[in-house]
């Protein structure tokens, strides 16, 4: 049986809402989803996180974006807000040929650190992304030669080196991977099976040639988050060229070319010579979820995890998204079933 290695504090983010197009809509990445994924694999032994201290998580991000984070809601002003909002994106065609500063007011600092006005930030938000990074490493510490499961939440893929966003705040893929390089594997794999690019993780690695990204999800260039990343010519730069591999699907792709698509990862992992993986387990490219098109079914979703399961290698799976409440929990179980088959 797969062990499931959870934290106290996943619940404590309540992301309030999230603002899209100017409009506040009720958020998707609720505390409800850890309920869902624990009563469905309530008969499987649970493991509590183990608290760590900060050296794998500031080799992933900048200093500057973790003191942000863990700061910024104590620092928040009197707005008539309930929630950490930017409003302001201090993005490249702003600066021109301008040094990027630390705004003295914190509601204009908000935008330098997140990138968009779904993933707001409230009074225990600090609290579950902390608390996911250490079910991350506790999952390192723990996963032998096995597999292990752990229950992140928030999730983390979309998180870069500076900036946090697409409901995610830390990126807890990204910490584990870095975690397996620092327990002796020279090549580790990330591969992330979640509906959509993980722009946060590819970022992390990108000049990297010592952990290999492998993605499949909805094709940003057909219209899907996160839009600017995600485009199969993007293969890594310097060390890092051929330790990237995107693979873009469109909407509608259903089991078939999607199982077609984790054989080729699964093929490049191989080649790749990873001695450990880990996988960014979202379950939203299933049919029911309200997130994607890629219309993948719960069988297809235990097959994928044969398919990965039979590189054999120490594994840790990581919790990103999925959405549909009642099919989550059964969702991550048949992945998992598939892994340990
Ligand atoms: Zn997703």
Request: glycine share 14%; hydrophobic share 30%; aromatic share 2%.
């Given at each position: 049986m797969i062990r499931v290695v959870r934290s106290?504090?996943?619940?404590?983010?309540?992301?309030?809402?999230e603002i899209w197009l100017g409009t506040t809509t009720p958020g998707t990445e609720v505390p409800e989803r850890v309920d869902a994924i624990e009563s469905a694999l309530a008969d499987w032994p649970t493991i509590e996180a183990v608290s760590h201290g900060d050296d794998v998580l500031l080799a992933v991000h900048d200093d500057a974006l973790v003191e942000h984070l863990r700061t910024v809601w104590d620092r928040w002003g009197d707005y008539g807000v309930d929630r950490v909002t930017p409003y302001l994106f201090p993005t490249a065609g702003m600066l021109g040929d301008l040094p990027m500063r630390e705004p003295s007011a914190v509601h204009g600092a908000a935008g330098r650190y997140g990138?968009?006005?779904?993933?707001l930030i409230g009074p225990g938000t600090w609290e579950a992304a902390r608390g996911a990074v250490d079910v991350a490493l506790t999952c390192v510490d723990e996963v032998g030669e096995g597999v292990i499961y752990g229950l992140t939440r928030p999730p983390g893929h979309h998180v870069t080196r500076a900036a946090y966003g697409g409901s995610c705040y830390l990126n807890n893929a990204a910490v584990a991977a870095e975690a397996l390089r620092r327990a002796g594997h020279e090549r580790v794999a990330i591969v992330d099976i979640d509906a959509h690019h993980g722009n946060g993780t590819q970022d992390v690695f990108y000049a990297r040639g010592d952990v290999l990204y492998a993605s499949l999800h909805v094709d940003s260039g057909a219209g899907w988050f996160p839009h600017y990343a995600g485009f199969a010519?993007?293969?890594?730069?310097?060390?890092?060229?051929?330790?990237n591999l995107n693979i873009p699907l469109e909407p509608g792709t259903g089991d078939m070319r999607w199982l077609d698509a984790i054989m080729r990862i699964v093929q490049q992992v191989m080649d790749y010579g990873a001695t450990a993986m880990v996988i960014s387990l979202?379950?939203?490219?299933?049919?029911?979820?309200?997130?994607?098109?890629?219309?993948?079914?719960r069988s297809g979703y235990f097959r994928a995890g044969e398919l990965l399961g039979a590189l054999a290698i120490p594994t840790v799976a990581l919790q990103e998204g999925g959405y549909h409440l009642p099919t989550l929990g059964p969702l991550v179980r048949a992945t998992l079933e598939g892994l340990e088959h």
């Open positions: 106290t504090h996943a619940r404590d983010h309540v992301p309030g809402a990138y968009d006005t779904m993933t010519e993007e293969t890594g730069i310097g060390a890092g060229k051929g330790a979202g379950v939203d490219a299933a049919a029911d979820d309200p997130e994607s098109p890629l219309e993948i079914t």
